[in-house]
């Protein structure tokens, strides 16, 4: 023990739990890249529900698929989802100026957007005033000549001597106002953020900063708590951004601007955390869609080659990140046997990834008659499906024979023969049954290894693999003896029982589903000096009963008695 007892005397002591138990972790919460109406744009916003959604990035867009995905997504029982808005906005909107030039040359340390309602808030206004205390010092003044005969600068005798005024020096000039327009170049230097119409403050922000490290940082202190406003840095995601402008600053309706997106713009960036690569900084993703791709491709910004290396860029993120599976749409306009050869070109092969067909039929929200009838990709309302299937059964149910909500119909009605040929293909279809609705009839990865062709077996093993890194940090840099192998095994062990008894696992008993082994065996000497203990995990998931299969016998009359 590391206390010593040297005084006579009862001790108690708190030992710590010889058992810690590994907590599952979230399994359907989705990401979506696209177009939205207005907000912040390239960077990954936080949505819970479909209201906050058009508070932040607006209403539906003729042409823009991303507002349909999401609102599919929550309707048909998605939870929490990220969004990165690769559109211009269309809003009111504002840019800070960066206080210093420094590092952060001509790009505005703030852009302000207004949210839904700022939209109906006409001549919103954005003012930061610095304190007098937080605000640079004047200039020093010029000392006071020695005497009459101080020369100047040219050789001449000083103004003073000449004129015969007073050598008395003129009064220090007054500090900075709070309004001044040169606050401190700091990212620390707190200022007051102000949302005004006229002469009518609205809102006020004090103390906040440009600190991404502190709790008055301005992102945190004002998106989703103004009403009226959302902020985004627009000097980078770097960790010192350039303090803004003091100053008064209208929020203004910018020019049209029409559609323009290279594929560099859904790929992205990890540090300015844009695109696909601008997901890795988040943990909690576990489903990734881009249904703009199909905008892009409608407006014929990319072409088919562009598409398919798009969606391959979509499934690399999901191969590195190894705790995430993309959901990709099938390209529009292309019926059955379109799609099978489209399927074959394409070359896509990825057990992180699953391809929905075909289009979806949904009510169009701009026809205001309520009659006209859109055609949208199903990826948003797949991943609903996933997280509904996730909450009500587990996720190791898998996703199908589960009804579309919010689908009226499907673009291309598919046959038993023609599903029969794009199922091995791992083209899940969509399929309208009369009476028992739209439903996902097909439950595969793209990928060409039968260990891993069904969607539900790769979100499983990451669920598990998760869950199981997340909950034995506490291992690292224990003694790396017999003591820490019985206590990972233990803790698994007691972790897999979980889904075994929900039905994950398949297995008369628990031995028969699954095994953990930490040992001398998995850990040799050689292992254990390099600092390694590797536990080793075997388990045998349950899959999905793709093919029920009834035999019926005709019997002679009297053959039962």
Same mark, same amino acid.
């Given at each position: 023990?590391?206390?010593?007892?040297?005084?006579?005397?009862?001790?108690?002591?708190?030992?710590?739990?010889?058992?810690?138990?590994?907590?599952?972790?979230?399994?359907?919460?989705?990401?979506?890249?696209?177009?939205?109406?207005?907000?912040?744009?390239?960077?990954?916003?936080?949505?819970?529900?479909?209201?906050?959604?058009?508070?932040?990035?607006?209403?539906?867009?003729?042409?823009?698929?991303?507002?349909?995905?999401?609102?599919?997504?929550?309707?048909?029982?998605?939870?929490?989802?990220?969004?990165?808005?690769?559109?211009?906005?269309? #809003?009111?909107? $504002?840019?800070?100026?960066? &206080?210093?030039? !420094?590092?952060?040359? @001509?790009? /505005?340390?703030?852009?302000?957007? %207004?949210?839904?309602?700022?939209?109906?808030?006409?001549?919103?206004?954005?003012?930061?005033?610095?304190?007098?205390?937080?605000?640079?010092?004047?200039?020093?003044?010029?000392?006071?000549?020695?005497?009459?005969?101080?020369?100047? #600068?040219?050789? $001449?005798?000083?103004?003073? &001597?000449?004129? !015969?005024?007073?050598? @008395?020096? /003129?009064?220090?000039?007054?500090? %900075?106002?709070?309004?001044?327009?040169?606050?401190?170049?700091?990212?620390?230097?707190?200022?007051?953020?102000?949302?005004?119409?006229?002469?009518?403050?609205?809102?006020?922000?004090?103390?906040?900063?440009?600190?991404?490290?502190?709790?008055?940082?301005?992102?945190?202190?004002?998106?989703?708590?103004?009403?009226?406003?959302?902020?985004?840095?627009?000097?980078?995601? %770097?960790?010192?951004?350039?303090?803004?402008?003091?100053?008064?600053?209208?929020?203004?309706?910018?020019?049209?601007?029409?559609?323009?997106?290279?594929?560099?713009?859904?790929?992205?960036?990890?540090?300015?955390?844009?695109?696909?690569?601008?997901?890795?900084?988040?943990?909690?993703?576990?489903?990734?869609?881009?249904?703009?791709?199909?905008?892009?491709?409608?407006?014929?910004?990319?072409?088919?080659?562009?598409?398919?290396?798009?969606?391959?860029?979509?499934?690399?993120?999901?191969?590195?990140?190894?705790?995430?599976?993309?959901?990709?749409?099938?390209?529009?306009?292309?019926?059955?046997?379109?799609?099978?050869?489209?399927?074959?070109?394409?070359?896509?092969?990825?057990?992180?990834?699953?391809?929905?067909?075909?289009?979806?039929?949904?009510?169009?929200?701009?026809?205001?008659?309520?009659?006209?009838?859109?055609?949208?990709?199903?990826?948003?309302?797949?991943?609903?499906?996933?997280?509904?299937?996730?909450?009500?059964?587990?996720?190791?149910?898998?996703?199908?024979?589960?009804?579309?909500?919010?689908?009226?119909?499907?673009?291309?009605?598919?046959?038993?023969?023609?599903?029969?040929?794009?199922?091995?293909?791992?083209?899940?279809?969509?399929?309208?049954?009369?009476?028992?609705?739209?439903?996902?009839?097909?439950?595969?990865?793209?990928?060409?290894?039968?260990?891993?062709?069904?969607?539900?077996?790769?979100?499983?093993?990451?669920?598990?693999?998760?869950?199981?890194?997340?909950?034995?940090?506490?291992?690292?840099?224990?003694?790396?003896?017999?003591?820490?192998?019985?206590?990972?095994?233990?803790?698994?062990?007691?972790?897999?029982?979980?889904?075994?008894?929900?039905?994950?696992?398949?297995?008369?008993?628990?031995?028969?589903?699954?095994?953990?082994?930490?040992?001398?065996?998995?850990?040799?000497?050689?292992?254990?000096?390099?600092?390694?203990?590797?536990?080793?995990?075997?388990?045998?998931?349950?899959?999905?009963?793709?093919?029920?299969?009834?035999?019926?016998?005709?019997?002679?009359?009297?053959?039962?008695?």
């Amino acid at each position: 023990m590391a206390t010593s007892y040297l005084t006579p005397g009862v001790y108690v002591e708190e030992t710590p739990p010889g058992s810690r138990p590994i907590e599952g972790v979230g399994t359907s919460v989705a990401a979506f890249v696209g177009f939205a109406e207005m907000g912040p744009r390239n960077r990954p916003v936080l949505i819970t529900n479909w209201s906050q959604y058009q508070n932040t990035f607006g209403g539906y867009v003729e042409g823009y698929y991303l507002p349909h995905s999401v609102y599919g997504y929550f309707a048909n029982g998605g939870g929490t989802c990220f969004v990165i808005n690769l559109a211009p906005s269309r #809003s009111p909107q $504002s840019f800070l100026p960066p &206080a210093t030039n !420094g590092k952060a040359g @001509t790009l /505005p340390s703030l852009e302000v957007y %207004a949210t839904r309602r700022g939209l109906q808030t006409p001549g919103l206004t954005v003012q930061v005033e610095y304190s007098p205390s937080g605000a640079l010092p004047a200039p020093p003044s010029p000392p006071p000549p020695s005497s009459a005969e101080s020369p100047k #600068s040219d050789g $001449s005798k000083s103004d003073s &001597a000449a004129t !015969g005024a007073s050598d @008395t020096p /003129p009064p220090a000039r007054p500090a %900075a106002r709070a309004t001044s327009s040169v606050p401190p170049p700091t990212s620390t230097t707190p200022f007051l953020l102000k949302v005004s119409r006229g002469d009518t403050v609205l809102e006020s922000f004090e103390s906040a900063t440009m600190d991404r490290e502190s709790p008055r940082y301005v992102e945190t202190l004002v998106n989703g708590v103004s009403q009226y406003v959302w902020l985004t840095p627009g000097a980078g995601r %770097a960790p010192n951004l350039p303090a803004p402008l003091a100053g008064s600053y209208e929020l203004q309706k910018p020019a049209p601007q029409p559609l323009a997106v290279a594929s560099n713009d859904f790929v992205g960036d990890v540090r300015q955390r844009t695109g696909f690569d601008g997901l890795a900084a988040i943990d909690e993703i576990t489903i990734v869609c881009a249904p703009d791709l199909m905008s892009a491709y409608k407006q014929e910004l990319i072409d088919d080659t562009v598409l398919v290396g798009l969606q391959k860029a979509m499934l690399t993120h999901c191969e590195q990140m190894g705790d995430r599976v993309a959901i990709l749409d099938a390209p529009p306009g292309k019926d059955p046997q379109d799609m099978l050869e489209w399927r074959d070109g394409s070359m896509i092969d990825s057990q992180y990834g699953a391809l929905y067909y075909p289009w979806i039929k949904v009510l169009d929200p701009l026809d205001k008659t309520g009659k006209r009838i859109l055609s949208v990709p199903p990826c948003g309302h797949m991943a609903g499906i996933w997280a509904r299937t996730d909450s009500e059964r587990g996720v190791h149910k898998a996703p199908a024979n589960e009804v579309v909500r919010g689908a009226l119909d499907v673009v291309s009605q598919v046959t038993d023969g023609e599903q029969g040929l794009m199922n091995p293909k791992g083209i899940n279809c969509i399929r309208s049954f009369g009476t028992r609705g739209i439903r996902v009839w097909g439950a595969r990865t793209v990928s060409s290894d039968a260990a891993w062709k069904y969607i539900n077996v790769r979100r499983f093993f990451n669920w598990v693999e998760d869950s199981i890194q997340h909950g034995t940090q506490w291992a690292v840099f224990e003694p790396n003896d017999f003591s820490l192998w019985q206590r990972l095994k233990r803790d698994v062990t007691s972790f897999l029982l979980r889904p075994y008894r929900d039905g994950a696992l398949f297995g008369a008993t628990p031995d028969q589903a699954f095994y953990v082994k930490c040992d001398a065996e998995t850990n040799p000497p050689d292992q254990v000096d390099a600092g390694m203990v590797v536990v080793e995990i075997g388990m045998c998931p349950v899959k999905p009963a793709e093919f029920v299969i009834f035999r019926v016998t005709q019997l002679a009359t009297g053959e039962l008695g």
